[in-house]
């Protein structure tokens, strides 16, 4: 049974830092890309980045690049997401996900950016 749980979000200033984090199971993480997609309030999902399977390859939305940097660590069936430079419109519940749009995907952790 394939599960992602993401953790990390939070209340964060604007220009502030978050990690999120994303633990798998129940498939062979290794050898899947892996995406991040965020919904914002009001809004529909939204493509944020996506990492190959050895994370050699990485995109990232041109809403984000620059300041968000997707990583995975295969030993530990984890996927990252560091977030710098945190602006009010990143404001949105992130999602870690096996397919770019996000059929499969965990529950969600909740970034608000505000001071």
């Known amino acids: 049974q394939v599960q992602l749980v993401e953790s990390g979000g939070g209340l964060v200033q604007p220009g502030g830092s978050l990690r999120l984090s994303c633990a798998a199971s129940g498939f062979r993480f290794s050898t899947n890309i892996m995406y991040w997609l965020r919904q914002a309030p009001g809004k529909g999902l939204e493509w944020v980045s996506l990492?190959?399977?050895?994370?050699?390859?990485?995109y990232y939305a041109d809403s984000v690049q620059g300041r968000f940097t997707i990583s995975r660590d295969n030993a530990k069936n984890t996927l990252y997401l560091h977030m710098n430079s945190l602006k009010s419109e990143d404001t949105a519940v992130y999602f870690c996900?096996?397919?770019?749009?996000?059929?499969?995907r965990g529950k969600g952790t909740l970034v608000t950016v505000s001071s």
């Open positions: 990492i190959g399977a050895h994370g050699d390859i990485t």
């Open positions: 996900s096996r397919d770019k749009i996000g059929a499969v």
